[in-house]
């Protein structure tokens, strides 16, 4: 059991993370940009330190910063959440080799299955039924050339990260035009990762998650089945 743990988040997802800890007895350190200074994961923290002034690329997702942050304070070990730097291998890579230990998965496994691409390339080569789609798309050209075989409405999708972040639909060329460089942007200044790519969306869908708890060894556990169906703003309500 670790001492001391530093949440490398915000908000709700940093709180949920503090009250863990404190059931379990362990010391919670929180960061914080200076806009985040009055939130609640800062109060709850019992210790809070600031990534200071700018937006998430320069302080949430500033890797170098956070690992200094979590030496200073003598933490064991850095829970990213989700978001941010969670699906981020380079991260838990860096951790590996500050000695911190990194609560999730391995940085093998992050490079396989936390890009959304690379993660329908493995289920593809699985013969997993799947949504017709594109791999990485490197021009708004190639998007329009692929839009045009898959049929509108596609989904835009940012490959990295998760929570709705970089999704948008487009029913039609124009939509998809004025979308791609803006979806690229959510993608670099949210995760570090501009790649986008697309997949045929389909109207009135429900959204069924299967959660899948594994100890890293090869010994894995289904937790059952979600219905994500209702949402906000391509955000899990339930």
Do not use: W
Request: proline share 2%.
């Amino acid at each position: 059991m670790f001492d001391k743990v530093l949440i490398a988040n915000r908000g709700a997802i940093a709180c949920r993370i503090l009250r863990t800890l404190r059931e379990l007895n362990v010391e919670g350190i929180a960061v914080y940009s200076e806009a985040d200074r009055a939130s609640r994961h800062v109060s709850l923290a019992d210790t809070a330190c600031s990534l200071g002034d700018g937006a998430a690329s320069v302080t949430y997702l500033d890797i170098a910063k956070i690992l200094e942050i979590a030496r200073a304070q003598g933490a064991q070990a850095i829970h990213p959440g989700y978001g941010f730097l969670s699906e981020n291998a380079a991260f838990a890579e860096a951790c590996e080799a500050a000695g911190i230990a990194f609560i999730g998965p391995t940085p093998a496994q992050l490079r396989e299955f936390g890009l959304k691409h690379t993660a329908r390339a493995i289920a593809a080569e699985q013969g997993v039924p799947m949504l017709e789609g594109t791999g990485l798309l490197d021009s708004l050209d190639a998007a329009l050339e692929a839009a045009q075989r898959i049929g509108y409405p596609v989904m835009l999708k940012s490959t990295a990260g998760g929570g709705g972040i970089g999704m948008r639909v487009c029913r039609s060329a124009d939509e998809l035009a004025a979308q791609f460089d803006n979806v690229k942007r959510l993608g670099q200044n949210n995760f570090s990762d501009a790649g986008v790519f697309l997949e045929k969306y389909i109207e009135k869908a429900r959204h069924l998650e299967v959660q899948v708890f594994g100890d890293g060894k090869g010994a894995a556990i289904a937790l059952g089945v979600r219905d994500c169906s209702v949402q906000r703003r391509n955000q899990n309500v339930l």
